[in-house]
């Protein structure tokens, strides 16, 4: 039972290179979320899915896409990644009707 | 909107000494509260939660008190060990139809052996 997995670890980009986060959850929860993680800003989120098949925004979209590939996996984009994009990267899951998330242990992200 | 205040860090203590960190909350309706604790090159765990008014939170020695009449979620440990140091975050979550967690700055402690 690994709980929430998150791929790659660390990643460096170029402005305007594109890629792909990974996150996927061995949990069987149906709600999954992507924050980042700011010095002092503490988590904001950047969208989530409460259930297959279903996204939303949160607070911070803007620059980013998601895909819920199935009830496990749930992925982050970049079109076109910014020096502002430079953070931390976390995936977290809940059960249905229940308000604790479990994280993965984050991609840190730098973009020059 | 709903928001959490929590005291800025970094805080350093020396092992054994007490640990109080602060967190006042904003919210429409009943949220849940809950500490959640990073440890370094991790991503973050929950330490405890309370899910009404009056509700005490409690998990390795640290306890936490729901208190709605001065929208406060204080952590405290009685004896904080090395093993400690850490970045704590007070959340806070609300259902709004599916449960939004709004988090505070986060909060640094160094326990010095």
């Known amino acids: 039972n690994a709980g929430v997995t998150q791929t790659p670890k660390f990643q460096v980009l170029k402005t305007g290179q594109s890629m792909t986060l990974q996150c996927a959850q061995d949990m069987n929860h149906n709600s999954m979320y992507w924050y980042r993680q700011d010095p002092g800003m503490g988590l904001r989120l950047i969208y989530y899915?409460?259930?297959?098949?279903?996204?939303d925004k949160g607070e911070v979209p803007n620059g980013y896409n998601v895909s819920r590939l199935n009830k496990r996996e749930f992925s982050l984009r970049l079109e076109s990644a910014a020096p502002s994009q430079t953070s931390v990267y976390f995936c977290a899951s809940s059960d249905r009707g229940q308000v604790t998330q479990y994280f993965g242990p984050g991609t840190r992200l730098l973009v020059l | 909107g709903d928001s959490v205040t929590q005291m800025e860090g970094p805080v350093t203590l020396s092992e054994e000494a007490f640990l109080t960190i602060n967190c006042t909350y904003t919210a429409t309706g009943y949220p849940s509260l809950f500490w959640y604790v990073q440890y370094p090159g991790e991503g973050l765990q929950l330490l405890l939660k309370a899910t009404k008014a009056d509700d005490k939170g409690s998990n390795k020695g640290f306890e936490a008190t729901y208190r709605k009449e001065t929208t406060s979620f204080h952590l405290e440990k009685g004896s904080v060990q090395v093993s400690d140091s850490a970045v704590y975050f007070c959340?806070?979550?609300?259902?709004?139809?599916?449960?939004?967690?709004?988090f505070g700055a986060g909060t640094r402690l160094f326990v010095k052996a």
């Open positions: 959340a806070l979550s609300v259902n709004t139809g599916g449960f939004k967690t709004i």
């Open positions: 899915s409460a259930s297959e098949g279903t996204t």
